[in-house]
């Protein structure tokens, strides 16, 4: 039977001091191994669009699906899982993965697109409230720094997916998505492992008293964290429906406006997407610092006169903002889902699946509407109109403070 996260295991806690690096580098690894096989469904929508005479809006409905089910169930995992640990749940989450993958190589049809889609989505939401409460629980205190290098591990799976994509299924074709399943195959055994230590480690999701001579964090009421969690929600939905109008649209956006190939529009995806990656580990250990209400500012507010500018600028110019906008909007959901997290305690998995699961549903509900509108209109009108949703992170001045001071 599982052990509640109340109740101590049998097994004693390996007495490790401080943030547990190996953990976290190698669960690291595994949100990348994770990422990169997510990062092939939206990675190949030129190929399926062209292969299957797919509009628009029908690419919109499939990152939906993907989206949907990937953040519907991810709360009730979160849920369910502080209350019921479930260590081998990751490995898992990698399997469900995998099968989605083999479905999507063969898939012939708009609807086995979907459900090739929906699967990989399942298995992202089983992955990631529980791979966030193993950083938590390896971080030695330092929640920013863990989430940020259990995030910079996914993001830098998610620029290699496109890359990886372009050299290996886009000149080879859509039946070639099985070589990733060696892939999908080692990042069940990297999982496998994590399980072990977060088994062994389930001791330490007991909560600790406060330390003697320890700053008090202000005490909200209920109505304070209610508003202040309804800012995160639409702060986390600029963001995405942003991200995503460059994560799916911005290959389209090349070709259609300077007429690159293929090939080299998913390179520069790529180099948007390690952006992203490298500026993730930038947020965590400066939300440690300078608090992460400081970071929320400065990573979704910042990335305005970039977004703003985007539409107006050539190839060249176009490829350096964009690394700009993923450097710094980049930290935000560490911020963001940390400042959650402390928001309100002792519910890890379950604003961590929240949080995840809400910027997969950002994400899709952008994706869908961000289609139909680019079919009614341009891909180069979404790209004007999506700008402006960074302006959004001005609603970063309500949220309250929920940690002591920090200096600069």
Not at 172 to 197: D, E, M, P
Not at 362 to 389: E, K, Q
Request: glycine share 10%.
């Amino acid at each position: 039977m599982s052990q509640t996260a109340s109740a101590p295991p049998t097994n004693q806690a390996e007495p490790v001091p401080g943030a547990v690096l190996q953990v976290l580098l190698t669960l690291s690894a595994a949100h990348m191994i994770n990422d990169i096989l997510q990062a092939l469904l939206p990675a190949i929508y030129p190929l399926l669009k062209d292969s299957y005479h797919l509009s628009f809006t029908q690419i919109g409905l499939i990152s939906l699906t993907y989206q949907v089910t990937g953040s519907l169930l991810q709360p009730v995992v979160g849920f369910y899982t502080d209350r019921r640990p479930k260590p081998y749940s990751l490995p898992i989450g990698m399997t469900v993965t995998l099968i989605g993958l083999i479905v999507l190589s063969q898939a012939n049809s708009f609807g086995l697109l979907c459900v090739s889609a929906a699967t990989v989505g399942i298995g992202s939401s089983i992955f990631h409230p529980e791979a966030s409460r193993v950083a938590r629980m390896a971080s030695g205190g330092q929640h920013g720094f863990a989430q940020s290098l259990f995030q910079v591990g996914g993001n830098f799976g998610t620029s290699l997916g496109p890359l990886l994509a372009a050299a290996i299924i886009i000149p080879r074709g859509q039946g070639h998505i099985l070589w990733f399943t060696g892939l999908a195959l080692v990042g069940i055994i990297v999982l496998t492992r994590i399980g072990g230590w977060y088994q062994r480690n389930l001791a330490r999701l007991v909560a600790k008293p406060r330390a003697a001579g320890a700053a008090e964090l202000p005490r909200l009421s209920a109505r304070q964290v209610i508003f202040a969690l309804g800012i995160l929600v639409v702060l986390i939905f600029s963001k995405y429906f942003y991200l995503i109008s460059l994560t799916n649209y911005y290959t389209f956006y090349l070709m259609d406006k300077f007429a690159v190939s293929v090939q080299a529009a998913q390179v520069y995806l790529f180099v948007f997407l390690f952006a992203v990656a490298a500026g993730t580990i930038i947020g965590g250990p400066v939300g440690d610092r300078i608090g992460r209400k400081r970071v929320i500012w400065i990573s979704i507010l910042g990335v305005a006169p970039f977004s703003l500018a985007l539409p107006h600028f050539g190839l060249l110019g176009t490829v350096i903002l964009t690394v700009f906008i993923g450097l710094i909007l980049a930290s935000a959901f560490s911020a963001i889902l940390v400042y959650a997290q402390e928001l309100v305690t002792g519910n890890v998995g379950l604003i961590a699946g929240l949080f995840f699961g809400l910027a997969f549903g950002a994400a899709g509900i952008g994706s869908a509407l961000l289609g139909r509108l680019a079919d009614h209109t341009s891909i180069g009108y979404v790209f004007t109109v999506s700008a402006f949703f960074p302006l959004l992170g001005l609603l970063t001045a309500f949220l309250p403070e929920v940690e002591a001071k920090k200096k600069i």
